[in-house]
């Protein structure tokens, strides 16, 4: 199968968040028909991590995730891009990886192995499972794929992604003084969120705040006694530092919990590649175990999640190049 046929199927198995069974499982076929060594790491029924081995222990792992948001997209290419949902982000990395680690062993390297994980744009549940793995140990660098232009990321922002709950007091909407609104409540705890001016860091940037989804109430015509909204902070500083700014903003007028959260991380980089800071997070945080990290990939953050996703067909060339190029100063 040829890069792009590779990646034009991946990206036909639906694999979002939560139902990443099916691909898992075609790429566990297709990398055991490659000779490697495959463990289905489960992480819940029907939801396993992809570990790919040879008989050489692993000092470089090339990882990515498999689960991508919804919708689900099927793929269609041009003569320029292959479109789709996650071929930038990420199964077009998944087949860079793929046929970057066959290019490695053609030529005689046999220490690398391939990790990828399900839950990554959610909670990260494979990569904390994969953490404990006692392969881990073996890894000497971990080469994660995410859409950094095929440019080496040296740091990420952190992220923290959390629940605001009010409650109130249910009363019919024409006597609202027997009630009391807990989106009332909600929706002044968001305005005094949306005020905070946030600190800035020199090196990673910006810290910023999406109020990504709001549900609450039962009908207009009943004041609402509960209210609940999921919010993602992308951190430029510290996690404590962000906890504290976010707890006086909802000055006990509401619950907070704490989904996940992990802090800026710097990455490892060696010289002769193109370098950038990227706002996103991934699965690095929770792959601790697996060596000294690297962040690289193709496709662009700005089309990941998009209706309109793509990769550039000549990047996902340029992809497998780099992947080798990289290993191959790594074991230098």
Same mark, same amino acid.
């Given at each position: 199968?040829?890069?792009?046929?590779?990646?034009?199927?991946?990206?036909?198995?639906?694999?979002?968040?939560?139902?990443?069974?099916?691909?898992?499982?075609?790429?566990?076929?297709?990398?055991? &028909?490659?000779?490697?060594?495959?463990?289905?790491?489960?992480?819940?029924?029907?939801?396993?991590?992809?570990?790919?081995?040879?008989?050489?222990?692993?000092?470089?792992?090339?990882?990515?995730?498999?689960?991508?948001?919804?919708?689900?997209?099927?793929?269609?290419?041009?003569?320029?891009?292959?479109?789709?949902?996650?071929?930038?982000?990420?199964?077009?990395?998944?087949?860079?990886?793929?046929?970057?680690?066959?290019?490695? !062993?053609?030529?005689?390297?046999?220490?690398?192995?391939?990790?990828?994980?399900?839950?990554?744009?959610?909670?990260?549940?494979?990569?904390?499972?994969?953490?404990?793995?006692?392969?881990?140990?073996?890894? !000497?660098?971990?080469?994660?794929?995410?859409?950094?232009?095929?440019?080496?990321?040296?740091?990420?922002?952190?992220?923290?992604?959390?629940?605001?709950?009010?409650?109130?007091?249910?009363?019919?909407?024409?006597?609202?003084?027997?009630?009391?609104?807990?989106?009332?409540?909600?929706?002044?705890?968001?305005?005094?969120?949306?005020?905070?001016?946030?600190?800035?860091?020199?090196?990673?940037?910006?810290?910023?705040?999406?109020?990504?989804?709001? &549900?609450?109430?039962?009908?207009?015509?009943?004041?609402?006694?509960?209210?609940?909204?999921?919010?993602?902070?992308?951190?430029?500083?510290?996690?404590?530092?962000?906890?504290?700014?976010?707890?006086?903003?909802?000055?006990?007028?509401?619950?907070?919990?704490?989904?996940?959260?992990?802090?800026?991380?710097?990455?490892?980089?060696?010289?002769?590649?193109?370098?950038?800071?990227?706002?996103?997070?991934?699965?690095?945080?929770?792959?601790?175990?697996?060596?000294?990290?690297?962040?690289?990939?193709?496709?662009?953050?700005?089309?990941?999640?998009?209706?309109?996703?793509?990769?550039?067909?000549?990047?996902?060339?340029?992809?497998?190049?780099?992947?080798?190029?990289?290993?191959?100063?790594?074991?230098?």
């Amino acid at each position: 199968m040829k890069l792009f046929e590779l990646t034009r199927q991946l990206i036909d198995i639906p694999s979002l968040t939560g139902d990443e069974g099916a691909a898992g499982s075609f790429l566990a076929t297709y990398l055991e &028909d490659l000779r490697y060594r495959i463990e289905k790491q489960e992480i819940a029924p029907g939801r396993f991590n992809i570990l790919a081995t040879t008989e050489a222990p692993p000092r470089i792992v090339f990882s990515t995730h498999i689960d991508t948001v919804p919708p689900f997209i099927g793929s269609r290419e041009d003569d320029e891009y292959i479109h789709g949902r996650g071929s930038c982000d990420a199964k077009g990395i998944i087949a860079a990886q793929i046929f970057a680690a066959e290019r490695l !062993r053609a030529s005689g390297t046999n220490e690398i192995g391939l990790l990828f994980t399900v839950d990554e744009e959610l909670s990260s549940e494979g990569a904390q499972a994969a953490n404990k793995h006692p392969l881990a140990r073996e890894c !000497r660098f971990l080469i994660n794929g995410e859409p950094t232009d095929n440019r080496m990321a040296i740091g990420t922002k952190g992220s923290v992604r959390l629940i605001i709950t009010a409650s109130g007091r249910a009363a019919h909407s024409a006597y609202p003084e027997y009630g009391e609104s807990a989106i009332e409540k909600l929706l002044d705890i968001l305005n005094h969120i949306r005020a905070v001016e946030w600190p800035d860091d020199a090196f990673f940037g910006a810290t910023t705040c999406n109020i990504g989804v709001l &549900d609450g109430g039962t009908r207009p015509n009943v004041i609402a006694d509960h209210a609940r909204a999921q919010l993602q902070i992308r951190l430029g500083i510290d996690i404590e530092q962000v906890k504290r700014i976010v707890e006086r903003a909802v000055g006990g007028r509401g619950e907070i919990e704490y989904a996940s959260a992990h802090n800026p991380v710097r990455l490892f980089s060696i010289p002769g590649f193109d370098e950038s800071v990227v706002r996103f997070t991934t699965d690095v945080p929770y792959l601790s175990n697996w060596g000294k990290p690297l962040l690289l990939g193709p496709g662009s953050i700005l089309d990941a999640h998009t209706e309109h996703e793509r990769i550039a067909k000549r990047e996902l060339e340029d992809a497998v190049d780099l992947y080798v190029e990289l290993a191959n100063k790594l074991q230098s």
